[in-house]
């Protein structure tokens, strides 16, 4: 006799189709949620908490999903298992508070807030490149014309730049109420300056006491926004800078950017350098301005900066492809009757230092 079989128990159908919508609901969702996070991928604001209306009506916890979709619980009171904080770090606002000052073209090309007067612009962070670290101005060869003067002044604080450097020849020779009549004008534009005598500097003392009892001193080493600027006397034309400002010189240049002259060292066309005089050469003091010119070579000065040819020019030095020799234009006008030529239309230069440690020039013309 044959036994019967036990009846096998049959699922509810109700019960078979909640679970089939819901596992629907997941891929769908899963899914969807996904296509979602791969287009807003690295975006911090989105969260999965939006659908979370959504998810609850087909019973899907939506910190389970999240892990699904790779996207984790970072709500206040939870870390998320498996959160990346580094990732996270990468989209909060940037401490506005932290970011470095631009410094603007002119004056200290420094913050007053800022208190690293002498570092480097290329240690200090968030610094815009195409921006002026420290703009400077350049004069030169006035000849009493201490309206001209009067006026390139003016036209500098216009700019907004804060300090002068003056390479010679603020008289024609050298008298000392000339120069206290120079030295006047400058004081009166309220903007500090460096100066070195010229050559008609020293004319009626055959040195530079006049120039020292004036203006103070004939040679110093200014540093301006953490660049060095070195003020060597080179303006007598027939003797040589004494063994005191030689050795000053020498220790200063270690840490140089910039040498400033009366007269130039280097030039590819014209032969009024320093140790020439009227194409003769003055052979004790070229020799000195080779072995300064050596020195020069040796460091890490960007330039050589000079006046006395009342031409402006620039020159790449013919053994060290990074050196420059530029000279600054004259402010004089030209005074024929006085014996004063200038060869182009008065002017003076800009000397603007980036914040990658470049250079360039821009000529104001009067």
């Not at 206040?76 to 970011?99: C, K, R, V």
């Not at 660049?227 to 027939?238: C, E, G, I, P, Q």
């Not at 004063?340 to 603007?352: A, E, G």
């Amino acid at each position: 006799m044959a036994l019967k079989s036990k009846k096998q128990k049959e699922v509810p159908p109700n019960v078979l189709g909640r679970l089939i919508r819901t596992f629907a609901a997941v891929v769908v969702l899963s899914a969807f949620v996904l296509g979602v996070s791969f287009v807003i991928k690295g975006a911090s604001e989105f969260d999965i908490y939006r659908f979370e209306p959504l998810l609850s009506r087909v019973g899907v916890d939506p910190s389970e999903l999240s892990k699904v979709a790779g996207i984790f619980d970072n709500r206040e009171g939870g870390s998320g298992e498996g959160s990346d904080n580094e990732t996270e770090e990468n989209f909060e606002s940037p401490d506005i508070s932290a970011a470095s000052t631009v410094r603007p073209a002119g004056g200290e090309g420094k913050d007053p807030s800022d208190n690293t007067s002498n570092s480097r612009p290329g240690e200090v962070e968030g610094e815009e490149d195409n921006k002026a670290y420290l703009t400077v101005s350049l004069m030169s060869d006035s000849h009493e014309s201490n309206d001209m003067l009067a006026k390139a002044l003016e036209m500098t604080a216009q700019k907004k730049i804060a300090q002068v450097f003056y390479l010679g020849d603020y008289t024609d020779l050298g008298i000392e109420e000339a120069l206290i009549s120079a030295k006047k004008v400058m004081d009166n534009s309220g903007i500090k300056y460096y100066s070195l005598p010229g050559d008609h500097d020293l004319w009626k003392t055959v040195g530079p006491e006049n120039f020292i009892k004036v203006f103070g001193k004939n040679y110093q080493s200014v540093t301006l926004s953490g660049f060095k600027f070195v003020m060597l006397d080179n303006s007598a034309n027939y003797t040589v800078i004494d063994l005191a400002q030689m050795d000053w010189f020498t220790k200063e240049l270690e840490d140089a950017d910039f040498v400033l002259v009366p007269q130039p060292l280097y030039h590819s066309t014209n032969n009024r350098v320093m140790g020439v005089v009227n194409g003769e050469e003055v052979k004790e003091v070229r020799k000195q301005a080779l072995e300064i010119l050596a020195l020069i070579r040796e460091s890490e000065v960007k330039a050589v900066i000079a006046g006395d040819h009342h031409s402006s020019s620039t020159n790449t030095d013919p053994e060290k492809g990074n050196l420059k020799h530029i000279v600054v234009g004259a402010i004089t006008k030209t005074r024929a009757g006085d014996g004063v030529v200038n060869l182009q239309t008065p002017r003076f230069s800009l000397l603007k230092i980036y914040n990658d440690d470049s250079f360039e020039l821009e000529e104001v013309v009067l």
